[in-house]
């Protein structure tokens, strides 16, 4: 039995707290004390005062499912099988605590034993000097070397215009040959969908756009819950997805219009 999206964010809170993780609610998408954000856009955002050591949570683990808006992908919303403006973000977070080993061993067992998706659908990237989150993916995690990708910043780097940032691994899965073209992530079509993004967050991007290392390295993970829904429910795409369809029953209600009938 394949779980929906409420129920995948339940399994993944759950996870993560039986991990010693602080189970958070979301905050506001309007962001608190932070002037560099307008609206919230990651899990990570209105947590980066924990990120920086100014605040303590129990364990320094915490878990959430975090409403976001990314203003910076409305030009792709309509255009692709995964972008929306509001989205909820999932994500597990280390505040000096855990690293690279414990976040990639632990996504790998969360996909791959709790929502049952299959290891060699799974092709990742991870930063091109990172030789360590290569080595944990194929010789711990089994995945095979031509599912692996080390690229460069642009892809493999993640930073907000200042604060907590660093390389990071990405988490893709092969949908099949219905979904899009392609032969892997690197053709960027829909087929193979980016689902999970691990940050192993080690400076802090100051105003100017100096990198200064942080005393105690960090992770942040954030993973699309509209999109993992869309891989375990089997559907085309985020509109489709169990929670969506409602909105969309109204929206032709409203509309006069049906879903589907033309691009
Ligand atoms: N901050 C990273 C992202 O938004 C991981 O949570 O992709």
């Known amino acids: 039995n394949k ?9 993944f809170l759950d996870f993560y707290e039986e991990r010693k993780h602080t189970r958070l609610k979301s905050f506001s998408l309007v962001p608190k004390d932070d002037a560099s954000l307008f609206l919230i856009n990651a899990g990570m955002a209105p947590l980066k005062a924990y990120f920086l050591g100014e605040k303590k949570m129990e364990n320094n683990r915490a878990v959430s499912s975090q409403r976001c808006v990314r203003t910076q992908d409305i030009e792709s919303v309509g255009k692709t099988d995964r972008h929306a403006t509001y989205f909820e973000m999932l994500g597990d977070f280390s505040f000096g605590d855990y690293f690279k080993n414990e976040a990639i061993h632990w996504a790998f ?12 659908r799974l092709w990742i990237t991870v930063y091109k000097d990172d030789e360590e989150a290569f080595r944990i993916w194929t010789e711990e995690m089994g ?16 930073e907000l215009d200042q604060g907590p940032c660093g390389p990071c ?9 219905k979904y899009g073209e392609g032969t892997s992530p690197l053709d960027n079509s829909d087929r193979f969908m980016e689902i999970w993004n691990l940050v192993f967050t ?13 005393a105690n390295p960090n992770i942040d993970t954030g993973m699309g819950l509209e999109r993992i829904a869309v891989v375990v429910e089997d559907v085309a795409n985020i509109f489709e997805v169990s929670t969506f369809r409602p909105l969309r029953d109204k929206i032709e209600t409203l509309s006069g219009k049906k879903y589907g009938q033309s691009a």
């Open 143 to 158: 995945i095979a070397p031509d599912h692996m990708f080390k690229l460069g910043k642009e892809d493999n780097f993640w």
């Open 202 to 214: 080690q400076f802090d991007k100051k105003s100017d756009g100096t990198y200064e290392p942080l």
């Open 169 to 177: 691994s990405e988490i893709h899965y092969d949908r099949g040959e």
């Open 3 to 11: 779980l929906d999206l409420n129920e995948i964010r339940t399994a």
């Open 109 to 120: 067992e969360f996909l791959t034993k709790v929502i049952g998706l299959e290891k060699d």
